[in-house]
């Protein structure tokens, strides 16, 4: 029979050790992965804001620089241009209340301003005396056919013809989408050729367009002239007139670009690029409106460009400055 050896439990003197240089040190589970929640947040905050650059970033040399401009604050005036003509509001025509007489004294000339009942003319009746012409209103003598000798006719050509109190309109045609925006009373600019400028009111506009031209008559009432100058009949003159006024904030018309997605202002942030869609209002003055998609004081480009993108590192350099450093025959 074979001998039956006690068993006993190996104890850890009995197991081999390995060398001191293979040994490994034992870690806290816990103590390695304590810094992983801190990681996967940050990780998910950086996936949800696109990992924006940090205030502080520089754009380096390399990158191409661009001029740039801040969004202010401005008031705009939608206008209408008005072509038309000077004309009379209302002509009196002047003639003697019987036949066969014939002038003897002309006393005013055309253009010579009147009164009611101021003498104008003598004629002389085949019987013998006289007969006075009088203004029946005060106003502008706009024509004359009165020659001493001649015969006075009561039913031809008008011995006188005077403008009424001076009234004096600008008639012209304006499209219809102009005609739109007019209305009595609004106030209007005139520069009439030969007298310069002078005040005017809307009085009448048209009910009806021409059906060829599409065009409406507006007849705009000369109130004021301060020019000391004469208004002459058919005279040629633009009106401009206030329809509508807007403030809000406003850039140059070359920051503003037109495509497939709708009309975008480069805004340079941080210094990068970023493409704003905006909407543009009133006109004026090579800047335009715009009623959304800025705020005062957000820098934009002053030429935008194809070339820049989305994202794209930039040198911002204010217009000012890019125009100071410019050459002189390049400004």
């Known amino acids: 029979m074979r001998a039956q050896w006690p068993l006993r439990r190996a104890s850890a003197i009995d197991q081999p050790r390995p060398p001191p240089e293979l040994q490994m040190r034992h870690f806290s589970t816990s103590a390695l992965f304590r810094p992983l929640p801190a990681l996967v947040a940050a990780g998910v905050l950086c996936f949800a804001t696109g990992c924006a650059p940090a205030a502080d970033e520089k754009a380096p040399p390399t990158a191409p620089a661009v001029s740039v401009l801040k969004v202010q604050k401005a008031c ?160 040629a003159g633009r009106a401009s007139i206030t329809t509508t006024q807007s403030c809000g904030v406003a850039v140059p018309l070359s920051a503003v670009q037109y495509g497939n997605a709708g009309t975008v202002v480069q805004v340079v942030r941080r210094e990068r690029i970023e493409t704003r869609r905006v909407e543009i209002g009133l006109m004026s003055g090579g800047n335009i409106e715009i009623k959304d998609g800025l705020n005062e004081g957000d820098e934009v480009v002053a030429r935008a460009g194809a070339l820049l993108r989305e994202g794209d590192q930039v040198r911002p350099v204010t217009a000012a400055a890019a125009a100071a450093a410019a050459p002189a025959g390049k400004k």
Do not use: H, W
Request: glycine share 10%; no cysteine; net charge negative.
């Open 76 to 235: 705009f005036s939608d206008i209408v241009e008005v072509s038309g003509i000077v004309l009379a509001r209302e002509e009196t025509a002047v003639r003697p209340e019987r036949f066969g007489l014939r002038v003897a004294e002309v006393m005013v000339d055309p253009g010579e301003t009147v009164t009611a009942g101021q003498l104008l003319a003598r004629l002389s009746p085949p019987e013998g005396g006289s007969q006075n012409v009088q203004a029946p209103v005060a106003g502008v003598v706009a024509s004359s056919s009165a020659v001493v000798g001649a015969m006075a006719s009561g039913k031809g050509e008008a011995l006188f013809s005077i403008i009424a109190r001076a009234e004096f309109d600008l008639v012209g045609l304006v499209p219809t989408e102009d005609l739109l925006k007019l209305q009595p009373n609004q106030s209007a600019t005139i520069k009439v050729i030969g007298t310069g400028e002078v005040g005017g009111k809307v009085r009448r506009v048209a009910p009806t367009v021409e059906p060829n031209s599409q065009l409406g008559q507006v007849v705009i009432a000369i109130t004021s002239n301060s020019t000391g100058r004469r208004l002459f009949v058919n005279a």
